[in-house]
């Protein structure tokens, strides 16, 4: 036969079209976009259903070093596993470089936990931690070569921060090598100073975790952050903005025609600090930096989507137990916010809230919600066109969504190796009722049909220069 599968009946749509439209696939491959195709080995019927490419989650964690005593949840199996469950194809978790480790010792480690595991594709993100010239000056080049195009440098957080100095040195290196620069913007000294007042009074419990890095922190390091790129010229992107005055800082930025790119993730949009504020050690789980803020700040995040301020929408999926004595109530947490495991799990929530939060309440339409969850980071992280859209020659990864389908938010729906998720109780319309990965069903009606080990890592192309019109 000409073809291997053929998904007829449904509406595709891309970033920039939406229209009716049959999909063959062959080899892996989408072969031909059209009506009457032919016949092919498998027929999928997509009457009434959206075809739509696979969500690219650019923003994950998994198997990560967390601090002694802690252990994440989610090792590749099971958060490749969930990123399916959710219509994720591609994820792109972080390679931590550990004090005094070498990023290519780094990558050693994860390639070999991620080896044989993985239900969905894989590429990585290396986190510098310990700038050295060695690092700088020829580890990071060569893998920038070897197709590990983006980096990503810590404004806060113990062993991970860098000064201003080696942000810049560390910039310096992005620029020349074509590699994107990823910022995790809160300003270190002043949390820790609130940390240290907070404590000396008493206040230990969860909810002070959001007292701790209030809006200025994130702010001020959001303006730094676009200063010191300004300084260097290169490309940034700010994750995980939770406000408007971290967004408004960059859309000025984006005003004066510097290449800065932001990101926003569902727990800005539909959790607020609220949640942190509950008995015992239950706002434990809604422990993540930066923080839920208040309803005008989800509205704020809103329209950074809405103006296209924010390029993507990612799910900061950073995974611990929350029963557990290595997850959530690890006993040092119990003393104080500060030793509480800090994350918390969203790779299989975050597309089921954008597109109900978002499409079907008429804040975004459907092709900004296929930019936002999958074209602009595969154009952003070098793996467009053979990922992020629907066109012949990419790979044939793609969701079928039921845009009418009503669920109810559970963690029995998720798959991840939590026992938890922040969205329980959530109603939400719209779920991806299939998951295909390069022409291969992994998860269809709610059930795993994918072996672990079919997801590959992916080289990636340096980033074309990236623009603010993203």
Avoid at 132 to 157: I, R, W
Avoid at 241 to 263: C, K, P, T, Y
């Amino acid at each position: 036969m000409l073809f291997d599968t053929i998904i007829r009946g449904g509406t595709v749509a891309t970033a920039a079209d939406t229209f009716k439209a049959d999909v063959a696939i062959r080899d892996g491959k989408i072969a031909a976009l059209g009506h009457d195709l032919g016949e092919a080995g498998t027929i999928i019927d997509a009457t009434d259903r959206l075809v739509l490419p696979g969500g690219i989650d650019s923003h994950v964690h998994f198997a990560q070093p967390s601090g002694e005593g802690i252990v994440m949840a989610d090792g590749f199996a099971t958060g490749t596993r969930s990123a399916a469950f959710g219509g994720n194809t591609t994820v792109l978790p972080f390679c931590l470089q550990e004090k005094g480790q070498t990023l290519r010792e780094a990558l050693k480690r994860y390639h070999a936990l991620a080896e044989g595991e993985c239900h969905v594709d894989v590429a990585f993100h290396l986190i510098v931690t310990d700038p050295t010239e060695h690092v700088l000056g020829q580890e990071l080049p060569a893998l920038v070569e070897d197709g590990y195009t983006s980096l990503k440098v810590f404004m806060t957080y113990e062993g991970l921060a860098l000064s201003d100095r080696e942000l810049l040195e560390t910039m310096a290196v992005a620029r020349e090598t074509g590699a994107m620069l990823m910022v995790h913007a809160e300003n270190f000294d002043a949390i820790r100073f609130l940390t240290d007042r907070l404590e000396r009074a008493g206040n230990t419990a969860p909810r002070f975790h959001a007292t701790s890095r209030p809006i200025p922190v994130e702010r001020e390091a959001t303006h730094r952050a676009i200063s010191l790129s300004e300084l260097i010229d290169v490309p940034i992107m700010i994750v995980h903005v939770s406000n408007r005055e971290a967004m408004d800082e960059i859309r000025r930025a984006q005003q004066r025609g510097l290449r800065v790119m932001g990101e926003t993730c569902p727990q800005y949009l539909v959790l607020t600090e609220k949640d942190l504020d509950q008995l015992n050690m239950e706002g434990a789980k809604y422990v993540c930096s930066p923080p839920p803020r208040d309803v005008a700040s989800q509205t704020a995040c809103w329209e950074g989507l809405q103006q296209k301020v924010f390029s993507v929408f990612s799910s900061d999926h950073c995974p611990f137990r929350y029963d557990d004595p290595q997850g959530k109530l690890v006993a040092r947490g119990r003393t104080s916010f500060r030793w509480v495991p800090n994350g918390i799990p969203g790779v299989a929530a975050r597309l089921p809230i954008l597109f109900s939060e978002g499409v079907v309440k008429g804040r975004i339409d459907l092709n900004s919600f296929v930019a936002f969850s999958a074209t602009n980071h595969a154009k952003i992280y070098g793996l467009y066109p053979r990922k992020g859209t629907i066109a012949v020659g990419s790979d044939a990864d793609i969701a079928l969504w039921d845009p009418k389908r009503r669920v109810t938010i559970r963690h029995e729906l998720i798959h991840d190796g939590s026992d938890y998720t922040p969205y329980e109780g959530m109603e939400v319309t719209g779920w991806p009722v299939l998951t295909m990965v390069r022409g291969r069903v992994v998860v269809e009606d709610g059930v795993l049909k994918g072996a672990k080990g079919y997801g590959t890592y992916l080289p990636r192309a340096k980033p074309p220069a990236v623009s603010a019109a993203y």
